[in-house]
């Protein structure tokens, strides 16, 4: 079977150690294809590459000359929508609806960051008699990106996208799961004009590929994407180095539900917010909080929505798809198993599940669509990330009772809350600690524009939007004297 190589310098070669990993299907378990494993012999070649890039045609581009890139990068991503539609839902277990929406999401980044390109000024700065003082916002230089399987297209839109319009050269390592989409962007990039080692792609395991780039001396900013645990080994990678890092992490966000919120406006968002990308989604709203006196009436009607909904091969284009793996199909298992079945009154137990395809492939990692109700604050169902499709419902008394909820695990990433008072949404809004807040929305359309990231467990810097190209840059003051 013939197998992705992995680009550095503008070429395709396969690792030096000449191995290879498996490209399985999750929605059937079969392999259809081999990706490179490149190690650390392939991360030194890459960030040289990238250093080579910087200090040449790269690093003196003009900045509209590179958002002019970027641009035709993203409609290039446009005019292969299908390719990538179709590798992402085979690669990923994606349903096709949610990898049009990836690759949509992808394009967007590279024509929202190519518009920006010519637009990040520095500044003046009044100072003393006799001097001028200016700023400039220059690139890091190598930058690494390390990114999970969930949401592959989007990630590199939003990581690779906003540090290659500040100028710097990027090495990219996809996550083992979810390569295929990354190489083929790869392609698309050299196609579109970048210069040869702007980006560069090491394919690979995450303690190999992965943890030689976090611990390489030559770049100077790593970003990274994936769980709270490999976050840590990656911040401490950075502190060998000295090197600044953003970490976009987990998550257990809360939706929460008072009693004068609009039910039925809502539950469309309360299910999809953890059904999307089988519940794989960094921000899934995977607490749901229920003011008491609404707790029944709410639970009957998101029940219904997830009753409603049906898992299945990625290919049928149904609500949910596969988990990417057997590793994560049976941790959600795990906690599925926690909760009592249907009939069970004390603590967790199961009220509503989705139903499942006919015919699912026997190989497939599915797992349905689960409503949990009486879940004790404490218990692991509220507080960790199971990132499955597993909602949890918690009951609340009063504002102050849902805000020590929500802020009651380890993680701040995002909130919805769902209430028609006006003062209640700023006081709730205020009080949550979380990156995003949502007020009776969730997830505000995928929103490439609006600065995203963490607290706490969930991290810290931000991605998208303006905030994400500052993250990528440093600024250097220069003062001059001249009298
Ligand atoms: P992960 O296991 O942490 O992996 C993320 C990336 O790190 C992958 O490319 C992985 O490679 C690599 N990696 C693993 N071990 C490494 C090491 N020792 N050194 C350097 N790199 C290493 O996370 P995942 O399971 O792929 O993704 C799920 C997690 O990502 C969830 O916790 C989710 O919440 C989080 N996430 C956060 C956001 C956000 O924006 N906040 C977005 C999406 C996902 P391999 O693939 O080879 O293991
Ligand atoms: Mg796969």
């Not at 700023?135 to 230089?141: K, P, Q, Y």
């Not at 949910?320 to 926690?338: E, F, I, S, T």
């Amino acid at each position: 079977m013939s197998h992705s190589k992995i680009l550095i310098g503008g070429q395709w070669q396969d690792a030096v150690s000449g191995q290879t990993l498996p490209v399985i299907n999750p929605s059937t378990g079969e392999t259809f294809g081999q990706i490179s494993r490149g190690d650390k012999a392939d991360v030194d070649l890459a960030v040289a590459a990238a250093q080579a890039a910087f200090d040449g045609d790269w690093g003196r581009m003009p900045a509209f000359e590179r958002g002019r890139l970027m641009m035709r990068l993203g409609e290039a991503i446009l005019d292969n929508f299908d390719l990538l539609t179709d590798l992402e839902t085979a690669d990923v277990g994606k349903p096709v609806q949610q990898s049009r929406n990836d690759v949509t999401a992808c394009a967007r980044y590279f024509e929202f960051y190519g518009g920006a390109a010519d637009k990040i000024h520095g500044e003046t700065i009044p100072y003393l008699e006799g001097y001028t003082v200016m700023t400039l916002r220059e690139a890091h230089g190598v930058t690494g990106h390390i990114i999970p399987w969930n949401y592959p297209m989007q990630i590199i839109g939003r990581s690779i996208g906003a540090a290659l319009t500040m100028g710097n050269a990027c090495v990219l390592k996809p996550g083992e799961d979810a390569s295929l989409t990354s190489l083929k962007i790869g392609e698309l990039a050299l196609q579109a004009g970048f210069p040869a080692g702007a980006l560069n792609i090491v394919t690979g395991l995450g303690s190999e590929a992965g943890a030689a780039l976090s611990a390489h001396p030559g770049i100077r900013h790593i970003s990274f994407t994936g769980s709270t645990g490999v976050g840590t080994l990656i911040q401490k990678a950075a502190a060998e180095n000295t090197i600044p890092v953003t970490l976009e992490l987990g998550g257990k966000s809360p939706q929460i539900v008072f009693a004068d919120a609009d039910l039925d406006a809502a539950v469309p968002f309360l299910t999809n917010a953890i059904v999307q990308n089988s519940g794989q989604t960094c921000s899934a709203g995977s607490r749901l909080l229920v003011q008491r006196s609404i707790h029944d009436e709410l639970l009957d009607k998101v029940a219904g929505g997830i009753r409603a909904m049906v898992v299945g091969p990625a290919v049928r284009n149904l609500n949910c798809g596969p988990m990417v793996n057997k590793k994560q199909l049976d941790k959600v298992n795990g906690y599925l198993a926690m909760a009592d079945g249907p009939k069970g009154n004390n603590g967790p137990r199961i009220v509503a599940q989705s139903k499942t395809d006919d015919d699912l492939p026997k190989g497939g990692y599915y797992v349905p669509p689960t409503l949990i109700a009486g879940v004790p604050r404490d218990h692991p169902l509220a507080q960790e990330e199971i990132f499955g499709p597993v909602l949890s419902v918690i009951p609340f008394d009063d504002e102050e009772d849902a805000i020590s909820i929500a802020n009651g695990t380890k993680y701040g990433l995002v909130a919805g809350v769902w209430t028609k008072d006006g003062g209640r949404q700023m006081r709730m809004a205020r009080k949550i600690e979380a990156g995003q807040v949502f007020i009776n929305n969730y997830g505000a359309g995928g929103g490439v524009e609006l600065p995203f990231g963490g607290v706490r467990g969930s991290g810290f810097g931000r991605e998208k939007g303006f905030e994400a190209l500052y993250g990528f840059s440093a600024t250097k003051t220069i003062a001059i004297k001249h009298d």
